[in-house]
């Protein structure tokens, strides 16, 4: 089966950067969205940056001008360039994949990030 492992996880001091990258391990044909979500404690998971097969590209609000979401599609890949980190961004984040809107897709199974004060 297909699965998305996430890597770039970690702690880092505010101010600092960091590159959250999601590849799958198997290819996946016509991925349509690619996306990353993020879970803080004791709140709901939200959405924090997508894109589309043909690169438009949404982003929260909390975190535009300071986030970067790309995509490799020959690699399966998407990234997630976190500059400008502040402790609000502290949270587990998650990739997630859809070959079509509405569709449950692939999920990672999250990586912890940290951002210290």
């Known amino acids: 089966q297909v699965q998305l492992v996430e890597s770039g996880g970690g702690l880092v001091q505010a101010g600092g950067s960091l590159r959250l990258s999601c590849a799958a391990s198997?290819?996946?044909?016509?991925?349509?969205?690619m996306a990353w979500y993020r879970q803080a404690p004791g709140k709901q998971r939200e959405l924090v940056a997508a894109?589309?097969?043909?690169?438009?590209?949404n982003y929260a609000d909390s975190v535009k001008g300071r986030f970067t979401i790309s995509r490799d599609n020959a690699k399966n890949t998407v990234f997630l360039q976190m500059n400008s980190a502040n402790p609000e961004d502290t949270a587990v984040y998650y990739c997630?994949?859809?070959?079509?809107?509405?569709?449950?897709?692939?999920w990672g199974q999250g990586t912890q990030v940290t951002v210290s004060p």
């Open positions: 997630n994949f859809k070959r079509v809107a509405g569709e449950y897709g692939y």
């Open positions: 198997r290819s996946i044909p016509s991925i349509y969205y």
């Open positions: 894109i589309s097969s043909g690169g438009r590209t």
